[in-house]
């Protein structure tokens, strides 16, 4: 197994601007990056869950429900693959791996409660005396898809281990779906709010940058 410490030390960049296609290889191609990374990955799943659940029962349809149901099944999923990688770790990485655990999901926290209150926002504001949340679950889960797809081919191609790899391919598989399913809404409240998706895109682009040049500042120094 790879040592913990020999974690290659990333050039940190001081402009945050677009500067990440894809998660960073050294975020996930280590058993102690990549379990540090699934737990963070989770915080994704099970907030988007929560936002759905924000939607009014009378808004509710079978696509939402089904989408709902992934993200739930997706939490246990990532997290039981940090558990896996974690059980097989020495005592000197599973330290390592609590100490960026930390910071990874205090940092994917911070950025999921800040796109989240952007966008609650923008949709309240936008459909005044209507209901906001639909719009809400639209915009988000489009973003939230979105950056997913950039994280789980990076697991898929560089993770530490065979069983790491096929499980983000099978999640890939339910993500490409949701995309779909936001399709249709996510242009309605599009128009509604008299905006678009460049925008929108923008928006996150900026804090996921800064969330990424985080998470790889701290692996760089630890
Ligand atoms: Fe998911
Ligand atoms: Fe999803």
């Known amino acids: 197994m790879e040592s913990a410490r020999s974690l290659p030390i990333l050039e940190i960049k001081n402009h945050n601007r677009r500067l990440y296609s894809e998660l960073p290889q050294a975020l996930v191609n280590s058993p102690v990056t990549a379990a540090a ?14 936002w759905m659940l924000a939607v009014p ?3 509710w349809d079978e696509e939402i429900h089904e989408h709902c149901f992934d993200e739930v099944r997706h939490t246990k999923m ?5 558990k896996k990688l974690r059980w097989s770790m020495t005592s ?4 390592l791996e609590n100490e960026l655990n930390k910071i990874f999901y205090q940092t994917t926290e911070a950025y999921l409660s800040q796109l989240s209150r952007k966008i609650f926002k923008l949709t309240y504001l936008g459909n005044r005396n209507k209901q906001f949340s639909l719009s809400a679950y639209a ?3 489009f973003l939230i898809e979105r950056r997913i797809m950039k994280i789980y081919p990076s697991l898929a191609k560089h993770g530490p281990n065979e069983e790491i ?11 490409r779906k949701h995309l779909g399913f936001v399709d249709e809404k996510l242009q309605a409240s599009l128009d509604q709010l008299q905006t678009d998706q460049k925008t929108i895109i923008d ?11 985080k998470l790889t500042y701290a692996v760089a120094n630890n």
């Open 37 to 50: 990374m699934l737990d963070s990955i989770s915080l994704f799943e099970l907030m988007g869950s929560k």
């Open 57 to 59: 029962l009378s808004r």
């Open 78 to 82: 990532v997290q039981d693959g940090a």
């Open 92 to 95: 000197e990485q599973i330290l």
């Open 139 to 141: 915009i988000l889960a």
């Open 165 to 175: 790899r096929i499980l983000a391919k099978q999640i890939i598989k339910d993500e």
């Open 203 to 213: 928006l996150e682009e900026s804090l996921a940058d800064t969330w990424m040049e």
